[in-house]
């Protein structure tokens, strides 16, 4: 007589499952293939999870924030650092006020990758993230948020990186267009960028920091919660801490040297740059110069507060 042998099947509670958004890289051919590999390494590892795949602008906000109204306790994006961006603004304004059991981890797909980067994340090794995920640490790090009016409305915008006014906002614009439709590969963004600081646009800018008021023609300015795109590049998000560089207009011969010394992390020594570590910003007057929050360009009006909350969000981070 054989016996029937029934396949237990193991629920695990959403609590304990990833909440995963995945977001396709931008100017990939086969935008399904990355995913695939995850999921095979996710399901060799066991991993319990949840997947939604997102293409819409704007999506990304509003699927993370489902999932945390829903009791997902561990929200993983895959994706660039706009993807994180739009992830940490579902998370902020969702309706569950205690976040002390929330978690965020990354597995970096995107164009862009700062803030992964900063962790020792990269792009090219997605079983390195999700190892990291699994066995990686909590940590607490700071969440900036800058406040301002769209229209007649008021807005708040949460960030991880860096808040970017002036000529460095245009030139993440550019890039971001440029990438958005040929993918990494191309170099028109380059020389997109190139060709914008060549010009070395001015904007009359009047902010305060600390308590000492700017009011001058800037380049741009940066203001990070980490490195920033370069700009800040001793910025770190667990100090409890907003570090700014304010650009003025160098002379050519500067404009090269400061190129070379963003690429090399060491564009505060140049003498057409100051830096300033605070706690907060408040922005009175931009002549209308772009501004860009993690990447995102947004339409605003000054004044505009920059600040942040120091150890409020934890971070999944590798061992």
Not at 4 to 13: L, Y
Request: hydrophobic fraction near 40%; charged fraction near 25%.
């Amino acid at each position: 007589m054989s016996k029937n042998k029934t396949e237990q099947i193991v629920t695990v509670p959403i609590r304990d499952r990833w909440g995963i958004v995945y977001v396709p890289m931008a100017g990939a051919k086969k935008k399904h293939r990355r995913w695939h590999q995850i999921k095979e390494y996710l399901e060799a590892k066991k991993v319990p999870y949840d997947y939604i795949q997102s293409e819409e602008y704007g999506a990304v906000e509003r699927l993370t924030r489902m999932y945390v109204e829903n009791g997902y306790k561990t929200i993983v994006v895959v994706g660039g650092d706009m993807a994180v961006n739009d992830a940490i603004n579902g998370i902020m304004t969702s309706a569950v006020e205690n976040l002390e059991d929330m978690s965020l981890g990354i597995i970096p797909n995107g164009i862009g990758n700062d803030f992964a980067n900063f962790w020792g994340l990269h792009v090219d090794d997605y079983k390195h993230a999700i190892d990291c995920i699994i066995c990686g640490t909590r940590r607490k790090i700071d969440v900036g948020y800058c406040t301002f009016m769209e229209g007649e409305e008021f807005k708040k915008r949460y960030f991880l990186m860096a808040v970017n006014i002036g000529l460095g906002a245009e030139a993440i614009e550019i890039s971001d267009e440029c990438r958005h439709y040929w993918g990494k590969r191309n170099p028109t963004y380059l020389l997109s960028i190139v060709r914008l600081f060549l010009r070395r646009k001015l904007f009359k800018m009047k902010l305060k920091v600390n308590d000492e008021v700017i009011n001058d023609r800037l380049m741009t300015v940066c203001v990070g919660n980490s490195r920033g795109y370069g700009l800040t590049p001793s910025a770190v998000p667990y100090n409890g801490w907003l570090d700014v560089s304010v650009v003025y207009r160098p002379e050519l011969r500067q404009l090269f040297q400061g190129i070379w010394m963003l690429l090399h992390g060491h564009i505060l020594n140049h003498k057409q740059v100051k830096p300033y570590r605070t706690k907060k910003v408040t922005v009175y007057e931009t002549e209308g110069a772009s501004f860009c929050v993690d990447g995102c360009s947004l339409e605003y009006k000054c004044p505009v507060e920059i600040s942040l909350m120091p150890e409020f969000l934890n971070f999944i981070v590798p061992n």
